[in-house]
């Protein structure tokens, strides 16, 4: 089973999406689970885990529900304010869904480069084990090696760096993202997901061989066992459309032996995320 480990959904509405600038107009649209499903299926992916993309608790119930609808949304990464007080109580008021697996913060817009440290969040992460819930790491490069100080305060807790961490493909920079990212892969309860880089890269010009360095460490970093194909659509669509977003992985790693491939295409995100047989399998539960 092929599992799209990355992608959103909204209905659009300016003020909720400010982040969408005059350069990604073409999102300014509705972007719902039946657009996605066409282009899952044209590109042969049989289930997705769907991301939160605002803070709000609202968005979360509402990825439920469109979850409880369409089956092949295998999982839901949803937010809750971790900081807040009643954290617990908004944790227990979720959770009980069983296609929440996880729950992200938007850390790479907070002004402060150490708000992973922060110790009224690193509170609410160390309720998550409690919900058998993981926590999306999205950040840039110039956080990870405070992400990798933060992971290594919560050994238990099951972690997955979203996009890489955003490298500068654009810019052609890889040394110093690289020797930082081996920091934080050294974890292993530490997955990654190989999604996102297109919008990363020159968006008109990019090509796979541009994407492959950044594949080659990040293959080198976690090994096949801890990484997991993603899509980021429809972010993704400012640069490349769905077919050709996730051709550049599948062709990356069609050389690999078909345990490694299978794993990378869904099988780590089913381990990572838990999903039981009857979720995995896209079964209405």
């Known amino acids: ?141 110039r956080h990870l090696p405070i992400a990798a100080e933060f992971v290594a305060r919560f050994r238990r807790q099951r972690f997955v760096l979203d996009h890489l961490a955003k490298p500068d493909i654009r810019g052609g920079e890889i040394r110093a993202w690289e020797r930082d990212l081996r920091r934080i892969a050294a974890y292993p309860h530490v997955f990654c997901k190989l999604s996102g ?16 360095p950044y594949l080659d460490v990040a293959l080198d970093c976690f090994g096949p066992y801890r990484l997991m194909i993603g899509s980021d659509w429809p972010v993704c669509t400012v640069a490349a459309d769905y077919g050709r977003v996730m051709a550049v992985v599948g062709e990356y790693v069609n050389e690999r032996p078909v345990a490694q491939r299978d794993a990378i295409f869904g099988g780590n995100a089913r381990r990572f995320w838990q999903l039981n047989s009857s979720v995995a399998a896209g079964e209405h539960v």
């Open 197 to 212: 880089l297109v919008t990363e890269a020159d968006w008109q010009r990019w090509t796979p061989s541009d994407l492959r």
């Open 1 to 141: 089973m092929r599992i799209d480990a990355h992608q959103h959904f909204w209905r659009y509405d300016a003020a909720e999406y400010a982040w969408i600038d005059d350069s990604m107009d073409t999102l300014r649209r509705d972007f719902l689970p039946e657009d996605s499903k066409r282009e899952m299926e044209r590109a042969g992916f049989d289930a997705c885990v769907a991301v939160q993309a605002r803070q709000t608790l609202e968005e979360t119930r509402w990825l439920l529900a469109l979850a409880e609808i369409h089956p092949w949304i295998v999982g839901v990464v949803g937010c809750i304010d971790l900081q807040a007080d009643d954290a617990h109580e908004q944790l227990v008021r979720v959770a009980r869904h069983s296609k929440l697996v996880g729950i992200r913060h938007i850390v790479q817009s907070e002004a402060d480069d150490r708000f992973l440290l922060r110790p009224a969040f690193c509170r609410g992460i160390s309720l998550l084990e409690e919900f058998e819930l993981a926590y999306d790491i999205l950040i840039y490069p």
